[in-house]
DNA sequence: TATGAATGAGTCTTCATTCAT
DNA sequence: CATGAATGAAGACTCATTCAT
């Protein structure tokens, strides 16, 4: 039946989605108003009518999608965690010198602390050890790889003379450490003092690329 | 009886609490307690009896010391607010190169992820954003001053040519970043990947005055 | 199944009960329980869970129809006073004589000391004192035309010669001083002393007119 | 020991209380406090604390001179009952006309409502029904006793011709009627519309003598 | 599928009572 | 005797989850 009923919503003019396709939808609806709630209260003050009142949709339908509340905790992962994969193997992959790979990301940085992608860093930054094997899927997921690919650019900088410290190939968490803070401050203490992540981003990329002999401007 | 206790007391050799310091242990026993339980579950999802437990007092006996669960949340950033102040204003004052204050540092982040230090950073990550008069207090009393006296500290490195970037003086912040890095780092990803904070910040302290012209090393 | 549910429905001959039907019921049930509860243990003393399981419900589902305790108080309150205003307004309105008319309560008051009637007025005594708001209520829809009408009764009374004293026109009050006695008596001492609250009433309604010329036997 | 006291505390000065006497004392400053807590906010709502507190003693002291909250309870009210007694019985014996015994109570019931005997009745008629063996005491000290003797009084009344109806022989509650709904009156409805209690009461009286020939002026 | 009324386990909080000082 | 810190049983209320419609 399910196959075929696209035939039939096939006659209302505009979508004609599948019920498939209404089904991901409410999912992904769901999603984003238990992600809103979850880290806007917090995982275990966070309250399923909210979640369902914000998705439009009645509490009892958010089981039809979820097992429990923790699934709905994976399922925020989970639908973030794919587009993150993509994006990162893309990245590395280019062959473009350290800066210019840093400096690209800049864009995605603006403004992260208003974005899903930030709620979902703030998420897991104060949820995560609650939830063990997520967190390891997280990290076997996009982590592991995300730091290889990020130690193999610093190697190459170093390699190519762009950059002097080797900071950030025994560390490469290094690179993420101001966004975090910057994620951080800004919920904490934004009100008071505004910080400008992306600035702070770049004034910190120039940090490590500093005094280093530019490519095709060696060192006399 | 009353009027010579203080005889007995007096041949007790150690002891010899008054009420109120026996109240006050019983306060900072209660406000481990919590920290522990909080940052291990979750200001919502801890429970008052497992806290009570871990003090080694009856449920009730903690509402003879704070008003209720938020109030306890309060007391912990309060206890650990006061020595940290302390420090502060203590160490900015020595007029010390700004190399060596921060080099200082580094036996207070050995270990930071395991110690009650650590725990009321995650905290304070965690859960600082759901009570914002808390967080209010601890930038008023902790965070503005602890920024402003480094960038004092990171103005006078530059001005020393110590230090090439002025990022430092900029986005004061950048300092504390691979501290928080590595705690969160840790509590969510330690089990797979160990990450040794010290030396990540010894590494980014370098990383920082690398390069610069040691002083008495002017350039020429 | 959900459009055509009407056709089904329409085969069950009584009940057919709207989902507004069955609330109202539930919340009815809940009422009576609670005004069971709360005038045999008092407001303070009846435990929500009781009131639950005398009503057929679980704990949670009180509070679906109620915010809290003190709104299943004033529920009680609400549920009541509605009929009793018809009942009020409607009996002035006829010309009777007083006596007739004051007759003519006695099938009220029968029993009142086993009734839901009787509960809530017990329950009012008891309790109204620390539900200002409430009493501030009860007192402007009912007590307030209730007396005015009785008043209004009384003063036709005496006018016509029905009456000797205007006790009553002063002090309508009176006419229920024996009816709360009855209701208190009862409800404390009538296991030692059985009292027919409809008998004194009568008597009391005697005491009233006694001598008094009855209309159409002037006093010669 | 305890006999002897009196001569140690006879050198102080002033007051040259024994032990007995303190304690009775603090016993009554007890009772007084709780009819006040018991009275504003209901036996199950009132908290020992704060009858302590308004006794002017410690929590602990309470249960030096009652075992228990219901039996500070009962001390309120044998307290009271004791001198009730002494008056009741007094006051039948004088072979006074009805009607002058009547009026004599007057004095009595002058500002009961504010009167601690007020707040004794009100606290009895709101949670007597919860203690039936202290109303039993009390019927059969207080009442029983007290209905008799109006009995008495009122057949003499109307041996006497000075009372018409029998109503009162009958039904002796009624004399107290108006009293307790003039208590529960002002303590529920005082706000909105005062009631002069004495007032009614006297009118009240003279609706049971009204029309009755005068002693010496018997009905030809 | 979607709904939301119903459930009842789970938690915070209060307060009568005890007891070491 | 007096105190008040400590206890822990008890109860109001919440909310994840189920299920009849």
């Known amino acids: 039946m399910g196959r075929h009923s696209k035939v039939h919503s096939a006659?209302?003019?505009?979508p004609a989605k599948t019920r498939t396709e209404k089904a991901a939808e409410r999912s992904a609806a769901i999603v984003i108003a238990a992600l809103a709630e979850f880290s806007e209260k917090g995982f275990a003050?966070?309250?399923?009518?909210?979640?369902?009142?914000?998705?439009?949709?009645?509490?009892?339908?958010?089981?039809?999608?979820?097992?429990?509340?923790?699934?709905?905790?994976?399922?925020?992962?989970?639908?973030?965690?794919?587009?993150?994969?993509?994006?990162?193997?893309?990245?590395v992959a280019a062959g473009e010198s350290a800066l210019a790979l840093f400096k690209g990301l800049l864009p995605l940085i603006r403004d992260i602390d208003s974005s899903p992608r930030g709620d979902v860093i703030r998420l897991l930054i104060s949820e995560g050890a609650r939830f063990p094997e997520l967190t390891e899927t997280h990290y076997?997921?996009?982590?592991?790889?995300?730091?290889?690919?990020?130690?193999?650019?610093?190697?190459?900088?170093?390699?190519?003379?762009?950059?002097?410290?080797?900071?950030?190939?025994?560390?490469?968490?290094?690179?993420?450490?101001?966004?975090?803070?910057?994620?951080i401050w800004?919920?904490?203490?934004?009100?008071?003092?505004?910080?400008?992540?992306?600035?702070?981003?770049?004034?910190?990329?120039?940090?490590l690329f500093q005094d280093a002999p530019r490519p095709g401007n060696p060192p006399s």
């Open 11 to 14: 006659s209302t003019a505009a």
């Open 45 to 91: 003050a966070a309250r399923m009518e909210d979640v369902a009142r914000r998705a439009g949709v009645a509490k009892g339908t958010i089981y039809l999608h979820f097992k429990d509340k923790q699934a709905l905790f994976e399922g925020i992962l989970l639908q973030v965690i794919t587009p993150t994969i993509a994006a990162l193997e893309h990245g």
């Open 140 to 183: 076997r997921v996009v982590i592991e790889r995300g730091l290889a690919a990020l130690k193999k650019v610093a190697q190459r900088a170093v390699d190519r003379g762009e950059m002097r410290s080797d900071a950030l190939v025994r560390f490469p968490q290094l690179l993420s450490a101001p966004l975090l803070m910057g994620i």
């Open 186 to 207: 800004t919920s904490l203490f934004g009100r008071f003092q505004a910080l400008d992540i992306e600035a702070m981003y770049d004034a910190y990329i120039d940090l």
